[in-house]
């Protein structure tokens, strides 16, 4: 944690967002502040509503209630790569890596980084990216992969590569889709040794959607726990993992 942790303005806060389907309310007012320097867990069963709450913070889905502030800004209308540009950034559940390109070729092009300008298009070529990139693969250790097609690596190695296309425009708040689903549990560890490493020596703060608890506790400051759209709860994570109404959520009476 760094000491902007103390700030009283959040880096990240959604105020009584909501977001419907039709008559379903998919995210249901729900209110979630982030300080900088924290790890906060998102998590709740599925379809509680995590993926379509990520999606409105990211600018993928426009919201129908609310408000949400990014460094104290209103960007409750902004565009995914806008909010790119000022430090957010997103993985994906379902992930958008291109498995016809290679590793390095998946971060020049990373959608996040080159925005949707003519201009920005050409920047793949540009050494500021090709520098970040290689900056990028050295510290995810797949220098040793980057000229290989993304369709060959692993399920693990290719949430570490979405990680790395989140990371080109050094974002201060990452958004992670589960992070670990579909992962092995060595690479599991190295994923989590990589948030610990972004967060206490780069300052990066994190909201991770995670099913993992172990994953949870051992990284998250708090956590928040939605349920049919709510906010069901929200704590440390020891005291989650005891809430009656979180078990019963998750488990049935
Ligand atoms: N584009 C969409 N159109 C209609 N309904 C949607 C859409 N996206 C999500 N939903 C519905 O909204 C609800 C919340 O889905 P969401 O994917 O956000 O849940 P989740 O908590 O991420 O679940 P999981 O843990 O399975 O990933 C579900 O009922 C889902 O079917
Ligand atoms: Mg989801």
């Not at 900056?135 to 000229?147: G, I, M, R």
Request: glycine share 8%.
């Amino acid at each position: 944690m760094n000491a902007a942790t103390n700030s009283p303005v959040p880096l990240l806060e959604a105020r009584q967002v909501s977001k419907y389907f039709g008559g379903l309310a998919a995210v249901n007012q729900v209110d979630l502040a982030i300080p900088a320097g924290e790890v906060v867990g998102l998590i709740g069963p599925n379809g509680s509503g995590k993926t379509t709450f990520f999606s409105c913070l990211s600018g993928l889905q426009s919201i129908d209630q609310g408000k949400i502030y990014f460094k104290g800004k209103d960007i409750t209308r902004k565009r995914p790569y806008q909010l790119a540009r000022m430090g957010l950034a997103r993985t994906f559940q379902r992930l958008r890596i291109y498995r016809q390109m290679t590793v390095l070729e998946n971060l020049l092009i990373s959608r996040q980084w080159r925005g949707e300008t003519l201009f920005s298009m050409l920047n793949p070529s540009h050494p500021q990216t090709q520098r970040r990139a290689q900056e990028l693969l050295d510290f995810l250790k797949l220098s040793p992969l980057q000229h290989e097609y993304a369709n060959t690596l692993s399920g693990g190695q290719r949430r570490l590569l979405e990680m790395g296309m989140a990371l080109m425009p050094n974002p201060d708040l990452l958004l992670l889709d589960e992070a670990t689903s579909g992962v092995n549990p060595t690479l599991v560890e190295t994923i989590k040794d990589h948030i610990l490493t972004l967060n206490r020596q780069q300052g990066k703060t994190f909201l991770l959607i995670e099913h993992n608890m172990n994953f949870i506790d051992d990284l998250c400051d708090r956590v928040y726990v939605l349920n049919q759209g709510k906010t069901l709860a929200e704590g440390p994570p020891a005291e989650i993992k005891t809430n009656e109404s979180v078990i019963e959520a998750y488990f049935g009476t």
